[in-house]
Each structure stands twice: as structure tokens, then as C-alpha cells.
């Protein structure tokens, strides 16, 4: 069976969430149920997913392919102590200073696309910079790390909601009408302010049926998993839910929760350790729940969702009675 | 491993859930009650001359039409600049909402309105709505940090029970029903605040 969802971008806005440590761990489940793994440590300026994986001293890392010193992506990929993980290590931000261009990025993503592996792991950096944010899009498959912290709720919400209108302003790069509407949203609230993207789809039912079958389409499109980590006590779980509410009311798109990773101090211990997690410690309470995650990502990894089910019944309806409206009217 | 996320557990953003606040309440007193009714409202537009304020979830004892006229406070939560203010006004018009039978805007007028007021009213109304909606689900489902008097509860629980044993050994036998009493007494305190604590987990856990 062909992978539809080969690619996969860790993300999440803030640092200190435990990306990496996801990264890795994920990388390790999947590869104990026979997949070909390789992780891009894609933070650039902030690299650590080999330290992580107990390399000292990288031998290659992305920069030796940015600067054009070796030919091939391929060539950068380490062999780790993990059976069936790959690993590229990440570089100082070159790619920030470098500024490249969105087709240039396109070119680095189609390329690592094309690794040996039967799935590719993107461990993203912090913050929103166009350039995490432009490897967040591409990738097939989107996960958003958080803890039920304020700060994190407030920086994953954020994150999204950047790459959502990343995503919109790329899509829509030359109609100027849909610019200036998603860019109102940003401004100082004014009266008839746009505050949602239903407000936003409510205005291009005026631009026609073509131009809203397209929104619609790329709201869609983006769907993107929610994973809690550190969680302690079942109330942390709410963190996902009310990032998932209001992405629903407000940006019309619905991310599912993968699951979550429990508070776990075998994984600080393998940290100081610089032993890979769950290396060793396959009974531990988060060591079970990465194996369950690796579980879901491998379904999703093979199945195409229906696309109806990636929005809610309540969003999908109001998109139908958009898109019935303008057909109407065209 | 925590139990898995399910929609039963989903925070509910209503102005009837606990922990839900708003930053705009309106004090009107209904035709035929004696009782004043404070109304969780948002603000939905503002210009120089009025204001709409969006009722969500009108009490059904109170009829909207008789409200028109009707003199109402509206109270405005502190903005990080001023405290609470309020405004003394009157309804001046009413229309139903599109959310269901119980959702209205009401219009009044800002003619009386200060300069306080007015920056408190533009500075509520200019907040992000995602954001804000974000921070009232927060609140709903946030642990309450444990307060001292809980903390109390159980010293003097542990205290009672202590005592009550300290006592069995030391007095005589026809104290004993005193250090019964005390370790009963003390066992009831613990218990009964471990139920509450173990209660409040769950009914913050299923939202």
C-alpha cells in the first residue's frame, strides 16, 4: 500500500514543549513496527534532536546541503544507534539568514520528501517565521505539540492560526480582494471588522462560486493533529479541546487530538542520559502512549481521510450553504 | 495514562457554565419583578452615538419587549487601564438574534457616557474575540489553585485526630467518649474534604 501521508512536521510555536523529545520517540515507535525512519532536525539555530539521540559531534548536518557541499539530501543522513532511524541534523539558522525564496524552500521540502524512508519526521523549531511556517504547510501530515499550560495554549493557537493565513496568503498570493481581507483581520478591530474566517468566507461569497469552491477547499485541506504533552492530571487534556473549539469558531478548521504524551521523568532521565527515548524503557507510561500514537499516525499515514470528515458536520454545512448561495448567484 | 479525550469532556462556552465571566454584564430591572437581573452581554458594535449589546441567553421570565425604555446600568469589567465602570442608560431598541429564540441585540444610546466609559466600552469591544474566547475556556476548565481554608480543613482534621488518640491513651476510662468524639470527629473532616476534592476533579474533568 502506497504512503499518502509521507511527510510529517512537528510544530507548535513555543519552545520547551517537548518537540523534539516527541520527534524521537515517535520516530522510535514507528520504527519498531518495521518503518523506515528518517528525522530532520529542521530548528534550525536551536538543533538539538541528535544530542538527543546521543550524537556528540554530528559528522554532516543540513548545512553542509544548504551551502551546495554535498549534491544530495541523502548524502547528510547519519545512521543512528536505532535500528530503521535515519537522522539529519539540524544546522545554525542558516536557512533564516539566507532568506530563501518560497519555490526555494518548495525545492528542500520536495527533497527531503524523496528520502529513503518510508516516512520522514520534520522536528520544526519555535516561533512563526515564514520558514517554519512555509515546512509546517507542506508536510502531508501536521502535528501540534502543547502542554496545558496558558503560554502554550496562547502559542499553539497562534502558531495555527499563522500558518492558516500563511497557507491563505500563499494560495491566494494574486487576488488582492482576498489579501486585504485576510490582512483586516489583523489590523486594529474597526467597525464591520472581519474576526473569523466564516466572516471572511461570508465576504467572498460575493467573488463567486470558483473563488469560495477554493477556500473551502483549502480549509479542507488543512487539517492538522493536536498532542498534549507532559500531561499529569486529566484536566490537562482540555488544553487540546479548547485549542480545537476555538480553531473551529474561528478559523474553521477542526484539528484532531492525536493524544497525549503523560508527565514521564524516565524521559528526563534518557535526556541528561543522552540515551534515544523510549530506548530501554518500554514499559513506561510514556513510552505506552507514543506506541499508541505511532498506531494512529501509521492509519492515517495509509488511509485517506474522507474529506468531509475534516471539518465538523456544523462547519461542512455552513460551507455547503456558502457554496449553494454562490452557485446561486452565478 | 490518562483516560482518552472524548466530546463528553469538551469545555462548554455558555453563559450559564461555571467559571464562564463576562466582561460586559448588564442590571436591568424587569417589568414585574421586584428583583434586579444582571445579564452577561458582549459588545457586538460600537459607534460615537451607541452601543449593541449582544444577549445570548435571555432569561425566559423576561420579556424583551418590555424592556424597551426600560432605564439599565451597563457595567464594564476593568480594561488594564481603569477599573469597573458603568453607565447608566436606557434601552432604546431591541432585535432578535440569529443563535435561537433566546438570543437578542439590544441598542442603547451613549449620550450620557464619559470619556472613561467610552475607552473602557472601545477597549472590551477591540480585544481579539478568538483570543478572549480562548481565555474565558481557559478559565472554565483551569484547576482552582487549593485555597487555605481547604488546607485548614485538613490541619485541623489531623489535629482533631491526633488528639483524640493522644488522649485515649493518656486519660482515664471515663474520658474516652471525648477522644472517641475527637478521632471520629477528625476522620469525618478528612474524609469528607477528600470526597469534595476527588468530586471537584470530576465534575472538572467531564467539562
Known sequence: MAVIKKLWSIGGGKGGIGKSVFTLGLGISLSRMGKKIILVDADLGGANLHTLMGVRFPPCTLEDFLLNRVDRLEDIVIETQVEGIGLICGADDILGSANPTYAQKVRILQQIEDLPADLVLLDLGAGTSYNILDFFNYSQGRICVMTNQATSLQNVYGFIKSALYRQISREFAKDHEVLSLVLQTETIPSEGKIESVKELLLQLQVGGEERLNRFSQLLQDFDLFLLVNMVKEDPDLQAARIIAKVCESFLSVVPKVLGHLSYDPAIEQAVNQMVPFPLNRDSSPAALDLKEIAQIVLAHCYKQMDPGQKISEKGLSFLARLQSAAAKMT | ?207
Not at chain 2, 425604555?69 to 440569529?98: N, Y
Not at chain 2, 438570543?103 to 467610552?118: I, N, P, S, T, V
Not at chain 2, 489531623?158 to 467518649?177: K, R
Open chain 2, 1 to 207: 495514562m490518562k483516560a482518552p479525550v472524548n466530546n463528553d469532556t469538551a469545555p462548554r462556552f455558555d453563559v450559564k457554565s461555571p467559571g464562564v465571566t463576562s466582561d460586559c454584564y448588564l442590571e436591568i430591572e424587569p417589568q414585574g419583578e421586584r428583583q434586579l437581573a444582571w445579564l452577561p452581554v458582549h459588545i457586538k458594535e460600537l459607534t460615537a452615538e451607541g452601543v449593541v449589546l449582544e444577549l445570548v441567553d435571555l432569561p425566559d421570565k423576561i420579556q424583551v419587549e418590555g424592556l424597551v425604555d426600560q432605564s439599565a446600568i451597563i457595567h464594564l469589567a476593568p480594561d488594564g487601564l481603569s477599573k469597573e465602570t458603568q453607565l447608566r442608560t436606557q434601552v432604546a431598541w431591541f432585535r432578535q438574534g440569529e443563535l435561537g429564540a433566546s438570543h437578542y441585540l439590544l441598542g442603547f444610546d451613549l449620550k450620557e457616557a464619559d470619556f472613561q466609559f467610552r475607552r473602557s466600552l472601545k477597549n472590551l469591544w477591540a480585544r481579539p474575540k478568538d483570543i478572549s474566547d480562548l481565555w474565558k475556556y481557559w478559565d472554565q476548565v483551569k484547576p482552582q489553585p487549593a485555597t487555605n481554608d481547604g488546607r485548614i480543613i485538613f490541619y485541623l482534621g489531623g489535629g482533631a485526630f491526633l488528639g483524640g488518640v493522644a488522649l485515649h491513651f493518656a486519660l482515664p476510662d471515663f474520658h474516652q467518649p471525648l477522644a472517641i468524639i475527637l478521632i471520629l470527629a477528625g476522620s469525618l473532616m478528612i474524609a469528607g474534604k477528600c470526597l469534595w476534592h476527588w468530586w471537584r476533579e470530576r465534575s472538572l474533568t467531564r467539562g
